[in-house]
């Protein structure tokens, strides 16, 4: 039986490698095999920052909304737990962009949420 070399293959997928990690310091951008491993970490740490950026955000959101309700002396959980009562379905992105940049339409929903 003929023998399988694999050699347009295995340089293709060399190449292939080798692209993803240009910008990679050292050795790992050149050579495949330490350059396979720091491809296969970099992927790793890229899966747990993009779980990692949605709890920042959210984080970063209820600062901004709290921060916003100081003036009207109403603490963050009060004013979540009120707008779940009156039914008022504003998620927390939402409330955090429009108290940045339309405050007099945020105002008016904390009065609503007063009554």
């Known amino acids: 039986m003929v023998r399988v070399k694999k050699g347009k293959t ?16 050292w050795k790992r951008k050149s050579k495949y095999r330490l350059a396979k491993d720091a491809l296969h970490h970099a992927l790793e740490h890229a899966f747990v920052g993009r779980k990692e950026k949605k709890r920042k955000m959210r984080a970063l959101w ?5 921060a916003a309700l100081k003036p009207f002396g109403i603490s963050y959980s009060k004013f979540i737990s009120k707008l779940k009562e009156k ?5 927390r992105k939402i409330l955090a962009q429009i ?14 949420i007063k009554k």
Do not use: A, M
Request: glycine residues 4%.
């Open 87 to 91: 039914k008022i379905e504003l998620d």
């Open 62 to 66: 209820q600062t901004q909304i709290g």
């Open 10 to 25: 295995r340089h293709k997928k060399r190449e292939r490698l080798l692209k993803k990690v240009k910008g990679f310091k």
């Open 99 to 112: 108290s940045q940049t339309y405050p007099e339409i945020f105002e008016e929903i904390v009065e609503e």
